[in-house]
């Protein structure tokens, strides 16, 4: 399981709105109870300079990081072969999350849907806690009062 949040209201309700009909969302804003190292997809940098030679060998791999996070950003259209779509990102997140070298929490990324940032932090239920109720493997603490439901 992992933990999927957007950093504002908008981006949270387009999200949602692009998955489910109903005309209503829970919404909870939560914290981070300690520092996350995320691979940010959100601001890939512009490629290095082919005339800086300490720099120029890395202009593949931005490119590649690049085009995986604009890919990652584009609509997935909901047409049955939906699952198929989602593998690249699948296999990114599980390598990130139990082979990398990169000691990381998470990934942030652009919406597809508005531009907003996401977030997918790797944690389930057990990291996500009420106030009060943090725990060693908790990363995210619900705001208290923050909770309800808004109609789109």
């Not at 997935?76 to 699952?83: F, K, P, T």
């Not at 593998?87 to 990398?100: C, F, I, K, M």
């Not at 597809?112 to 009060?132: I, K, M, Q, R, S």
Request: charge should be negative; hydrophobic fraction near 35%.
């Amino acid at each position: 399981m992992m933990f999927y949040g957007s950093e504002d209201v908008t981006t949270v309700l387009a999200e949602i709105s692009a998955h489910d009909p109903r005309p209503y969302a829970a919404l909870a804003a939560f914290e981070l109870i300690r520092p996350v190292p995320v691979v940010d997809l959100a601001a890939v940098a512009s490629d290095p300079s082919l005339f800086d030679p300490n720099r120029r060998t890395m202009t593949g791999s931005v490119e590649f990081i690049r085009s995986f996070s604009e890919d990652l950003s584009r609509p997935v259209a909901r047409d049955g072969q939906e699952h198929l779509t989602y593998v690249p990102t699948q296999v990114l997140t599980e390598y990130l999350r139990y082979l990398s070298p990169l000691s990381v929490d998470g990934i942030t990324f652009r919406s597809a849907h508005n531009g907003g940032t996401n977030y997918v932090l790797f944690t389930g239920p057990e990291g996500c806690v009420d106030p009060g109720r943090e725990t060693p493997q908790a990363i995210l603490r619900l705001q208290q009062g923050t909770e309800h439901v808004v109609e789109r």
